[in-house]
């Protein structure tokens, strides 16, 4: 086979190598096309699978760790909840309308193909500059895409995120998170029960969009072959995965199929083989059965990632009401294979057969790298100046930075309170939905802190999980399990690929220390356009609950003359009131201080405090603290017509970071007993204020309360038109 | 005597469980729900027309589902002088059909709009009849088609015959509008001459829970009830 040939199909000569000699043959294209499928970042990890290795992905509530479409945590009772978190970052950055959209499609389908019904979506975004022309271009789109995705299928977005940073400008970055419910007696796995079993094709016709979907997902792009792989992007279409979900879901709660694989990237190759290799079986599948939308050849079938489509394992004895189910949603089914007992991948087409490998070499044979990386030198650099800050310079940068501002403009797109279970919408510490029919509650969130990761990737990703950890905390929900979307540039580079290793070690410390076990997750790397790396970005997503609804905390104040606090221990070194001082950081960070040592023992006393006190009631609502300070959460919590009067020693501590840190609100006669209840658990605290009628007030200087508000609210619509 | 009503699903449909709760939770009675291809319905007091994007929103919102098997029987149940309600989606199916007069048009800012919106009654029927007047009701709205569009005689007539049932207004947010998508006379919601049948964007079934952000959208069920 001649080496330009394999080169195209993102493989390199030795892998070919190992290939070759283990069949001691040469390779159909059809094989050439599964190999350049399988042995690529996003499907087999080969980066950063050893690394993933060392992360905690058990304890006592997990019920399905990495590995499957999704991981699934017991919430006790018969209920669990399934939860994965992807990217689908090159497809969005080339067709950001449909890239973004396929990528909550593939999500949900990640979701109910383990018999969850999908309950509620999150999303994590990231653009160029908006002063970069095209970056109003790729927001509008991908907003639009998540939101026609999501509305249409009907399945609330309750949260996420939405960042701006230059090294996102020629990649952007779009994560899609999908939570969902089942019953823990009704889970359907994709490993077949018996040899035998039919293999169905349900969904959408096969046409040729996506082919090689994968593979170029994990290539590095360059500005001008956008064009040229715009074939390559999926096209969604939520209504026909509407009928699927309720096609499959109802399927399932019939107990007529076996076990199920949704058809994501690599289309009917992965997932036929990721069936074979699971249940340590052979499939045999005739592709001249396939529905189609047009003439494909079989290369053309096996990597099509048209949408909307499924595998399942069916006992014969069940194909005729199985059809019959599937014909009332108007879904396209066909028997086009079984289960065999040889262990091996065979695709038929025109009576020959073009596939014919062991299932071993395509999965357990797949390489595995130990990329080389450089451990990220230590920083030393100067130290802040903070000396003639202007409070009312402060505020009015931190009201005119997107990164900051109120993003109603992107959620209100997004339809949050369909199934009529959302307890909590997006714009909230963390997005809050109830299990269906019960009092108990789910909450969810995503976070990176790029910046901080760059800077020193095990803390920052310490600052990172914890940020979500907080998140849920102030809602009184108890934090779970995570699900991880590791977002890098080329590992090919040492240093990137030192970010990764490192990061992942970040992760592994907070989760432990957390008892939050990383139970799914997704990779994307080679996020590059013409040699500018996007920052790292390991995304999480965390999950917790709580058994009862009537406990939740507000995010919001509840009433005039109750008594501010605020939680936690000030970091000394604090990069917040710089990075509002000066939007340039993130270009000459090398030349600034490494990030504080975060302390996660206290982080976990605080959040147990908090969670007592929202218990007892004292908590009448909380916020954390985050990026843009102590001021940024009390902006946050502002309702109605309250407002607050503050005072505080040195204006710059309003700006601040906290290690643990809420602002809380309690009644005055509380007052007493919230205090001494801190004091004797060691939580740090300092009394800030109190909420007033209509007015911000900072040591004695009133402010324009209308002007903040409303600038905080809507200066963000206005600087993206 | 308890009240009966049903809910009906075209495939697309993604508030007929919503609707479905909502009523069992409110009229206590039997609610029955109902797929597009059936051929008939069962006696009851009130339909619901469920949001969603029955039939993918494909050709024009609401069009498709217009022409199912089922609206025969919808017409004819709404014929009898009993109450047909069109949430969203199914206010845009029952302009579809010509049960109501006027079309809902893209939203004036050309996007999706999900969010809480501030309504209150214009004129007096059947289903806001608990509803005080210049009462302001908190319920979300989220459609991408609901902007109201009528012609000038179309309006004249449904103010004429006191047609129009809800309007948009200001709430207790600063920054909330007076008119959120664009709709003439910020019209959220119209019957029938007769008032027996009733279409609104915004969805009280989202809206009706303690633990929803507001209860607002109890009052509809109270009024059809008491």
Known sequence: MNEDLILQHGLTLDEFKIIKNYLNRDLTMEELGIFSAMWNEHCCYKTSKKWLKKLPTENEIVIQGPGENAGIIDIQDNDGIAFKIESHNHPSYIEPFNGSATGVGGILRDIFTMGARPIATLDSIRFGLIENEKTKYLLNGVVHGIGHYGNCIGIPNIGGECEFETTYGFNNLVNAMAVGHVQKDKIFYSKPKSIGGLIVYIGSKTGKDGIHGASMASDVFSEDDEDDKRPSVQVGDPFMEKLLMEGCLELMSLGLIESMQDMGAAGITSSSVEMASKGNVGVLINLDKVPLRQPLSAYEILLSESQERMLAVIDEKNNLKVKEILQKWQIDYEVIGEITNNKRVVFESNNKKVVDLPVDIIVDDAPEYDREFYMPRKRKGKDFNFSNIKLEDMINTLLSNLNYLDKSWVFNQYDSTVMGDTVKEPGQSSGIVKIHGTQKVIGATTDCNPLYIRINPYEGMKYTVAESYRNLISCNISPLAITNNLNFASPLDPNIMGELVLSIDGLKTAAAKFNTPIVSGNVSLYNQTNEIPIKPTPVIGMVGSNQDLKKINSNKFCNIGNKILVLGKQLEKNLSPYLLQDQNLASKINDYNDLEELDLDYEKKVADSVLKMSDFKYIMSCNDISRGGVFLSLLKMQYKDMGFKVNIPDPIDLFCEYSAGYVIEIRNEDLNNVTSFLSKNGVGYFEIGEIIRENIEINSKKFDYFDIINNYHNNFEKIIN | ?226
Request: aromatic share 10%; net charge neutral.
């Open chain 2, 1 to 226: 005597m308890s009240f009966k009503s049903a809910v009906i699903t075209f495939p697309g449909s993604n508030c007929d469980r919503d609707a479905l709760c909502y009523l069992q939770d409110l009229t206590k009675g039997v609610v029955y729900n109902i797929w597009h291809e059936e051929a008939s319905l069962p006696q009851v007091d009130l339909v619901i027309l469920p949001g969603g994007f029955s039939f993918g929103d494909y050709l024009r919102s609401g069009a498709m589902a217009s022409k199912s098997k089922i609206i025969n029987d919808v017409i004819k149940h709404a014929n009898d002088d009993r109450y047909l309600l069109g949430i969203c989606n199914g206010f845009q199916i029952l302009t579809e059909i010509g049960l109501l007069g006027g079309a809902l048009i893209q939203n004036k800012n050309l996007k999706f709009l999900g969010k809480n919106c501030f309504i209150k009654k214009k004129f007096k029927n059947n289903f806001n009849s608990s509803i005080k007047e210049d009462q302001v009701l908190q319920i979300p709205v989220a459609h991408n088609e609901g902007n109201f569009y009528c012609d000038n005689e179309t309006l004249k007539s449904l103010k004429n015959n006191e047609q129009i049932a809800f309007e948009y207004c200001k709430g207790e947010f600063s920054n909330s509008e007076e008119n959120i998508n664009g709709s003439i006379e910020a019209i959220a919601g119209i019957t029938n001459k007769k008032k027996n049948i009733l279409g609104m964007m915004p969805h009280p079934e989202r809206a009706y829970s303690d633990f929803h952000p507001s209860q607002d959208g109890k009052l509809i069920i109270e009024s059809l009830i008491t």
